[in-house]
């Protein structure tokens, strides 16, 4: 018995007529007719009287039509939860980023617009000193959207999105000699000392990071490692060396005395990735996700005329 035949039992049952029926259903009067005697035949009772004017039901069509408004009740009351639970506003939202990600303009446009669709929403935005901390606690199920600077393979348990592609850029101090060129070769930054990371930060993007430099040519001579990205700068910015910085550095502030350029020949890109648990998708999440992706021509950014620019 499938649920087709017992709508359309309901409604001849509810019109008393197959006519009226057909018209309630929007079907052909003789295909109704086909339904109706065939679910006659599968339960091998008569379910009407067939009148002169109409029908009539019998005590057998009279059970089955309080049983099928019941079913057709439960199968009209799951679809309408499984919409809602689609359109569900959560009270909560726990959006967890790398620090720096949150300094960008077109993130925190994306935090504004979704508190202005959902006034009643609590945004939750704890900050991570680096990407590997934001998947695992991503993973683990304290937060529903991780912003991060790193791959997130999608399977049944994470969901994402590129943002934004970015690039590594060599930082320089504002007074040195290599500031009047606009893209810098693999000679120019060979023999100078670069303040980093820490490898133990993100083991696999240091080594990812130092490789493209070799790739395009370059040796990175480190000198120090600074964990701190605002204090790398402000060394930098000192004179006490060079630094590498994502090209992102251009979209948020950062310390004056400083200019990024570009390497010739570096191929290696990171992005912005958005990942989140496909078990808490939800309408907030979907905003959130499309303000994020959202790149109005008039905000596109055009690096080489940033990294021009004075500081």
Not at 53 to 74: K, M, N, Q, T, Y
Not at 101 to 123: C, H, K, N, Y
Not at 160 to 185: A, D, G, W
Not at 235 to 253: I, K
Request: hydrophobic share 40%.
């Amino acid at each position: 018995m499938d649920f087709r035949k017992l709508r359309y039992f309901e409604a001849v049952a509810t019109e008393r007529n197959l006519r009226k029926g057909a018209e309630r259903l929007h079907v052909a009067q003789s295909a109704l007719s086909r339904r109706i005697a065939e679910l006659e035949q599968e339960l091998g009772v008569p379910l009407f009287d067939r009148l002169p004017r109409g029908l009539r039901l019998r005590p057998s069509g009279e059970v089955l039509l309080a049983h099928a408004r019941r079913i057709i009740a439960d199968v009209e009351q799951a679809r309408s939860a499984v919409e809602a639970s689609a359109n569900m506003i959560p009270r909560t939202i726990r959006i967890g980023l790398v620090s720096r990600v949150g300094q960008m303009e077109f993130i925190t446009r994306a935090f504004r617009d979704m508190s202005a669709a959902f006034p009643s929403l609590s945004t939750e935005m704890p900050i991570y000193s680096h990407s590997t901390a934001v998947l695992d606690r991503l993973s683990s199920g304290d937060l529903d959207i991780g912003l991060m600077y790193r791959p997130v393979p999608d399977d049944d348990h994470c969901r994402s999105i590129i943002l934004r592609e970015f690039q590594p850029m060599v930082v320089l101090p504002n007074s040195h000699p290599l500031t009047q060129k606009e893209l810098l070769t693999p000679d120019d930054i060979n023999g100078e000392e670069f303040l980093l990371f820490p490898r133990r930060i993100d083991p696999s993007y240091h080594t990812t990071l130092v490789n493209a430099f070799h790739a395009a040519g370059a040796t990175l001579t480190v000198s120090q490692e600074i964990e701190m990205e605002e204090v790398r700068l402000g060394l930098v910015a000192a004179g006490m060396g060079l630094s590498v910085a994502s090209s992102s550095l251009l979209e948020r502030p950062h310390p004056a005395g400083i200019v990024l350029r570009p390497l010739a020949d570096m191929k290696f890109r990171t992005n912005l990735v958005a990942a989140w648990r496909p078990q808490v998708e939800s309408l907030v999440m979907d905003t959130f996700l499309a303000h994020c992706r959202t790149k109005e021509k008039d905000d596109a950014i055009c690096l080489d005329e940033l990294a021009k620019r004075p500081n």
